[in-house]
């Protein structure tokens, strides 16, 4: 299998119908698609997934951080450095769970990973995420409590 670049990907032509899609397909993919094939290995291969894309996209700064989460639409991300090795990461306008509603789980697993890998080329240390809130756990935001080791 051929291994791609995020060049390759970024070379797009649709003259009439442009570089965007309705966030609703995105959703029927990643909320329906992906979780009814790999069931309960949704949420960690999602997670891994979203890791090497935020590696891949990179940042050198927070702020880059921030507007990169932005440019992508994920969403709007807004950041706390708690110390050394602490953040979180607050997301406004999640692209998987704004709106959503109340079920009791959270499952924006690949922003989660998306985050960390991010903060991984930001800080040039390891960082693990774990979702803390999500509209569809009654928030009208999604978090992110980053370790970074
Ligand atoms: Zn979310």
Not at 11 to 19: E, N
Not at 82 to 85: N, S, T, V
């Given at each position: 299998m051929k291994e791609y670049s995020m060049e390759d990907i970024r070379?797009?032509?649709?003259?009439?119908?442009?570089?965007e899609v309705p966030l609703v397909l995105f959703r029927v993919l990643r909320i329906i698609g992906i979780r009814n094939l790999l069931g309960e290995t949704s949420g960690p291969t999602l997670y891994m997934m979203g890791k090497e894309v935020g590696g891949m996209v990179k940042a050198k700064s927070i702020e880059e951080f921030k507007e990169k989460i932005k440019e992508l639409k994920i969403g709007i991300p807004e950041v706390e450095k708690?110390?050394?090795?602490r953040i979180i990461v607050k997301l406004y306008e999640?692209?998987?769970?704004?709106?959503f509603t109340y079920t009791g789980e959270m499952f924006c697993d690949m922003e989660s990973g998306i985050i960390a890998g991010l903060l991984e080329t930001v800080y040039g240390k390891k960082a693990k995420s774990t979702q803390t809130k999500s509209w569809s756990v009654g928030y009208n935001y999604c978090e992110f409590d980053v370790l970074l080791y």
């Open positions: 070379h797009i032509v649709r003259p009439s119908l442009g570089d708690i110390d050394e090795d999640c692209i998987t769970c704004a709106g």
